[in-house]
């Protein structure tokens, strides 16, 4: 009921207020266009890695130097995958600890970015060559505020320029251009790409930009070629973002929805990283890439730790949109006050200092991976349970749909201390 929503507001904003003043980059980027580009299962091992002497992304590597890049970035998705992603970065809460929150709730009440962005005057869409139904986002984005979903249904997919799951990223980003280009500005548009995905499937000479690896894993020695391939689409649609004049009036968000790579192939990944894979380990190879590209602002590497609920407040920051008894769990990255940490869905923990694996309930030293004592761990073992208790409960009790009751009844309580009653 509105009590719960009123005990979870009371934790978030205690969360936020912590920080205290807007950041430095509040508003920086007012007016832009937004740009998301979900890199489907990108790891951030891949980024400045070679293999066999060739760089395995040549463009993120590139296009980092002169953008805000988060060599500390997680993803905070369970098994909702893509579609938690999805959820995480709009909404500022957690997926749930089972199942997809794109398919079990999708008709709950939300005040995520696409809606609160409309009513700023922006035009949120989302592009991705699936069918629309696929993790129910036809249903989903509704809810969250999406004007337009460009699906398979509006793209040319053939025999020809598919593999796996569907359209390649290529064409996917030439064919989406003319459908940006008419939309109403500015916008707020998300790229979902789809050809680095399991198993990872190479079936023409122009994936094979690079060679494979030879751990014998096919499925591992195929993900450097994918990586490579979508890396080469995302140039191509920088190239078209200027010559089409869009890209000076956008910022860019590129984040790695999830891991590539699971436990599963942990004697390959292990000969990749030259080194055993431990709990320690297995919890860094949940690093997925970030960088946020501003024009005209300078790069930058930011070491704080953070996650994909991050980005709501990251995002509405930079476009200086007010965000007041808003329901997040994230935090401004670009906030120096921010405290350095992330939860992930099963429960561990990252900060500057530690790192926490939950299902073995082993704390290790961040800088030096060694295990150490469990009470250090404890307090953040503690922080993890809570809040992902608190945005459960919103979810499963569907809670912002008393978000209005409860304004009306802070506005009330001000009014009252002013009155001095
Ligand atoms: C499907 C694509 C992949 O449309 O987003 O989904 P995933 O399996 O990664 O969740
Ligand atoms: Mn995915």
């Known amino acids: 009921d509105s009590n719960e929503l009123s005990e979870v ?15 430095k980059y509040f508003g920086k980027a007012e007016g832009k266009n937004v740009v998301l580009v979900s890199l489907e299962s990108t790891q951030n091992f891949v980024i400045d890695r070679k293999l066999n002497g060739q760089e395995i992304t040549p463009f993120l590597n590139d296009l980092k130097e002169d953008s805000f890049y988060f060599s500390n970035f997680y993803h905070n998705t369970g098994q909702g995958k893509t579609s938690d992603s999805e959820f995480i970065i709009d909404n500022s809460m957690y997926g749930l600890s089972r199942g997809a929150v794109f398919t079990t709730n999708a008709n709950n009440e939300f005040n995520a970015t696409p809606e609160i962005l409309k009513s700023e005057g922006y035009t949120p869409v989302s592009f991705h060559g699936n069918h629309a139904s696929f ?21 040319n997919v053939t025999e020809e320029n598919s593999v796996n799951y569907g359209l390649k990223d290529i064409p996917f980003f030439e064919q989406s251009m003319p459908m940006l280009k008419g939309l109403d500005k500015p916008y707020y548009a998300k790229f979902i790409t789809m050809t680095n995905h399991y198993p990872y499937i ?35 649609f920088f190239q078209m973002m200027k010559e089409q004049g869009e890209y000076e009036d956008t910022i860019f968000v590129l984040y790695g929805d999830h891991y590539g790579i699971s436990e599963n192939h942990n004697r390959a990944m292990s000969e990749i990283l030259g ?4 709990p320690f380990e297995h919890v860094q190879l949940q690093k997925v890439p970030l960088i946020i590209h501003v024009p005209g602002m300078e790069g930058k590497e930011m070491e704080t730790v953070g996650g994909q609920i991050d980005l709501k407040p990251t ?4 476009l200086g949109v007010e965000q007041k008894n808003d329901v997040q769990f994230g935090t401004d990255l670009l906030n120096k006050n921010r405290e350095s940490e992330t939860i992930l869905r099963d429960g561990s923990v990252v900060t500057d200092k530690y790192v926490y694996a ?6 290790y030293d961040k800088e030096t991976g060694e295990e150490i004592d469990s009470k250090s761990c404890a307090p953040l073992k503690e922080e993890a349970e809570t809040e992902l208790g608190f945005s459960d409960k919103v979810v499963y009790g569907d809670l912002l749909r008393f978000m209005d009751s409860e304004k009306e009844e802070i506005k009330r309580k001000i009014k009252d201390n002013g009155n001095g009653s």
């Not at 995002?315 to 930079?318: D, E």
């Not at 939950?358 to 704390?363: D, H």
Request: aromatic share 12%; charged share 25%.
């Open 9 to 23: 507001l009371n934790y978030v904003n205690s969360q936020q207020g912590k920080m205290g003043a807007k950041g």
């Open 135 to 155: 993790w129910n986002r036809d249903v989903m984005y509704q809810s969250l505020g999406y004007e337009h979903y460009f699906s398979k249904k509006e793209y």
């Open 202 to 236: 190479v079936n023409n000479e122009n994936m094979e930009m690079i060679d494979p690896a030879n751990t014998g894993d096919g499925s591992v020695d195929r993900y450097f070629q994918t990586v490579r391939y979508m890396d080469e689409s995302i140039k191509k």
């Open 275 to 278: 080194k055993e894979i431990r």
């Open 315 to 318: 995002i509405l920051n930079l």
């Open 358 to 363: 939950a299902e073995q309930n082993i704390c």
